[in-house]
C-alpha cells in the first residue's frame, strides 16, 4: 500500500505537472479475479490515450 500511495501522491502529479508525458490517473486493483469488473467500474468520463488515462472534460 505504501508504494500505491507515493505513486498517487508524488510520482503521478510530478509526471502530470511535466505535461511532456500527457496526463496519467492511478487506480489500485486488488484482485485478479475482480479485475474485469473493477475496471467497468471506472468512470466512463476517461479514455485510454496513447498518451495515457485523459479526461475527455
Same mark, same amino acid.
Given at each position: 500500500m505504501a508504494k500505491g #500511495?507515493?505513486? &498517487?501522491?508524488?510520482w503521478l502529479p510530478g509526471v502530470n505537472a511535466l505535461g511532456s508525458?500527457? /496526463?496519467? &490517473?492511478?487506480? %489500485?486493483? /486488488?484482485? &485478479? #479475479? %475482480?479485475?474485469g469488473a473493477d475496471l467497468d467500474a471506472l468512470p466512463k468520463a476517461h479514455a485510454l490515450t496513447s498518451s495515457g488515462i485523459s479526461s475527455s472534460a
Open positions: #500511495h507515493t505513486k &498517487a501522491t508524488q508525458y500527457g /496526463r496519467g &490517473a492511478f487506480a %489500485e486493483f /486488488r484482485s &485478479a #479475479h %475482480e479485475l
